[in-house]
C-alpha cells in the first residue's frame, strides 16, 4: 500500500500471483436464469425475466431504453437491471433479486438508501408543497451549511444538476476574468455541456466516443486539454496561451475515468500556476465533496480553489447541484451582477430538505472514520482476492470512494485507465451480479460506500469476489 504525497490516498497495484487456473464450474443456464450463490451465501434462482420484458419495452419509448447511458450496460454487456427499491445498502430489482450496493445513486446515497429520517423530513415538507419557485427559509439553512464546510465557498447558487452547476461555473470564470480559454483533463467528466465534452470521462468514455456529434466546432475551440497528473502540459499551455486562460477546472480525485487520485504537487502546482497568471482554479466537487471529507477533496489536501462545483450528496438523493466561491466573484452572478443563469426549481424545498438532513448526519462523530475503514477492507480484499486468483489488478480509496482496474498499475490518468482489461471488468460485473452484488456497469466509474454498509456487507461482499475471481 502507498501513500500518495503524504496525504494518505491508498493506492496498490498487484502483479498475479502464479497459480493453475481453477476448472470452469459447469453451470445449467437457460436464457437469463442461472443457479448462483448470493451474496448472503444462499443459494438462489437468479432470474432477470421481468427486467428483460420491462427493459426490451422501454427501449421503444426512450433512447436507448435509459434516461443516462452508462445504465444500459454497454461496456459490460447483459441484461441491464431494472430496479425496484433500495433501502440502507441494498437494492432491489423488479425480479425480486436482492444486491448489495456499491453504486449509491451514482454518489449521493452517502448515509444509505431511504434513511429513515431524511424520508421522514422529506414527508413533512410535502405537506408543504414541492416547489414555491420563490425564496424559501431552507435554501438559508442548506447555504450556511455548505459555506460553512467548503473552504472556498463564501457564496453560494442552488441549481438542480451537477452539469447545470458545472455550466454555471464556466461562465462565471468566463465574465470574471474577461477571458475564453479553459483547460480540463482527460477522462475528466464536468456534465454534458459542449464546451466540456472533449476528451471527456464517464459515459462518453464507456461508450468510446472521443467527443458527441452536434458540439458545434466553436463551442469547443477554447477548450484546452491536458492529461491528468500531468503539471507539465499545464505549464506549457499557459505559456502558449498567456492571459488567454479563464479557468483550470477538475476533479480533484477522479472519478469519471475510474478511480483515479491526484499527486499532491499536481495539486499543488495548479494552484500556483493559475494564481500567478490571473486564471481560477476550480474543482469539480460533485462527486468528491462531503464524501472525501465533511469539507470534501479541498478540506482533504488542503487546497482551496477560486470557484467549487458540488451535486450529489447535498441533495440527499434529490436532483440538485451548487456552485461557489469567493465572493468577489459570486457577485458576478445575476441579480447581483452581469452574469446571467436562472432555474424554475433551483432550492426546492424537498431538495434543500434532504440535503440539510443528510449533511446533518454528516457531521456525527466518526462519520469519515468508518467510512474510511470500510472501504480500506472492502478494496484491499478485493485485491489481495485478485492477487491469489491470478489476474493483473490495481486499485485504491479514500474514505467512501474508491475504484480499481485489471491492470498492474498505477494509474495515473485516463491513458493508463485504458490499458485495463475492460472484457475481464465485464465478466467480473455480470459474475458480481449473479453473487448479489452490484457494482458500477463500467471499468471507467469510481464505486462508493455508505455508512448503512456493514462489516458483514464488505465480508459478503469480498467472499463473493473471490468466487468470481477465481471462475473469470
Same mark, same amino acid.
Given at each position: ?300 489536501? +488542503? ?20 456552485? +461557489? ?148
Amino acid at each position: 500500500m502507498a501513500s500518495v504525497a503524504g496525504v494518505g490516498v491508498s493506492w496498490r497495484s498487484c502483479k498475479p500471483a502464479v497459480l493453475t487456473p481453477p476448472a470452469k464450474p459447469s453451470r445449467t443456464a437457460t436464457r437469463l436464469a442461472f443457479t448462483v450463490r448470493n451474496a448472503v451465501s444462499v443459494e438462489k434462482n437468479y432470474a432477470l425475466q421481468k427486467s428483460e420484458e420491462i427493459f426490451s419495452a422501454a427501449k421503444e419509448l426512450m433512447p436507448g431504453g435509459v434516461n443516462s447511458p452508462v445504465r444500459a450496460f454497454k461496456s459490460v454487456g447483459g441484461q441491464p437491471i431494472v430496479f425496484d427499491s433500495v433501502k440502507g445498502s441494498r437494492m432491489w430489482d423488479v425480479d425480486g433479486n436482492e444486491y448489495i450496493d456499491y453504486v449509491g445513486s451514482w454518489g449521493p446515497a452517502i448515509i444509505g438508501h431511504a434513511d429513515d429520517k431524511v424520508n421522514a423530513a422529506l414527508i413533512e415538507a410535502l405537506k408543504k408543497g414541492t416547489s414555491f419557485g420563490a425564496p424559501c427559509v431552507l435554501e438559508n439553512v442548506l447555504a450556511e451549511m455548505v459555506i460553512s464546510a467548503v473552504r472556498s465557498i463564501e457564496m453560494v447558487r442552488f441549481v438542480n444538476s451537477g452539469t447545470e452547476a458545472c455550466m454555471g461555473v464556466l461562465r462565471l470564470a468566463r465574465a470574471f476574468t474577461d477571458r475564453q480559454k479553459l483547460i480540463k483533463f482527460e477522462g475528466c467528466y464536468h456534465g454534458h455541456a459542449n464546451a466540456f465534452l472533449v476528451k471527456a470521462g464517464s459515459g462518453v468514455a464507456t461508450l468510446g466516443l472521443p467527443d458527441s456529434p452536434g458540439v458545434p466546432k466553436g463551442a469547443t475551440v477554447d477548450t484546452l486539454t491536458s492529461p491528468y497528473n500531468d503539471l507539465e502540459t499545464v505549464k506549457k499551455l499557459f505559456e502558449t496561451h498567456k492571459g488567454e486562460i479563464a479557468a483550470v477546472i477538475l476533479e480533484p480525485v477522479v472519478g469519471n475515468a475510474g478511480f483515479i487520485p491526484p499527486k499532491l504537487e499536481f495539486l499543488n502546482g495548479l494552484r500556483e500556476i493559475t494564481k500567478q497568471d490571473g486564471a481560477l482554479l476550480i474543482f469539480d466537487e460533485v462527486m468528491t465533496g462531503f464524501r472525501l471529507a465533511y469539507g470534501g477533496a479541498q478540506e482533504y489536501f +488542503g487546497i482551496t480553489p477560486d470557484l467549487t462545483t458540488l451535486g450529489k450528496v447535498i441533495g440527499g438523493g434529490l436532483p440538485v447541484g451548487a456552485y +461557489g466561491g469567493r465572493k468577489d466573484i459570486m457577485q458576478m452572478v445575476a441579480p447581483a451582477g452581469p452574469m446571467y443563469q436562472a432555474g424554475t426549481l433551483s432550492g426546492n424545498p424537498l431538495a434543500m430538505t434532504a440535503g440539510i438532513h443528510t449533511l446533518k448526519r454528516l457531521t456525527e462523530p466518526g462519520t469519515y472514520e468508518y467510512l474510511d475503514k470500510i472501504t480500506s477492507d472492502l478494496t484491499n480484499g478485493i485485491l489481495d482476492a485478485g492477487k491469489r486468483a491470478g489476474h493483473e489488478i490495481c486499485g485504491g480509496y479514500i474514505r467512501g470512494m474508491f475504484g480499481f482496474f485489471f491492470n498492474a498499475g498505477p494509474v495515473h490518468n485516463f491513458d493508463d485507465a485504458k490499458k485495463s482489461d475492460t472484457a475481464k471488468f465485464a465478466r467480473f460485473h455480470r459474475g458480481m451480479l449473479e453473487e448479489g452484488v452490484y457494482l458500477a456497469p463500467s471499468q471507467f466509474e469510481a464505486g462508493f460506500t455508505s455508512l448503512a454498509h456493514t462489516s458483514k456487507d464488505i465480508e459478503q461482499t469480498i467472499e463473493a469476489a473471490e468466487r468470481v475471481l477465481k471462475r473469470i
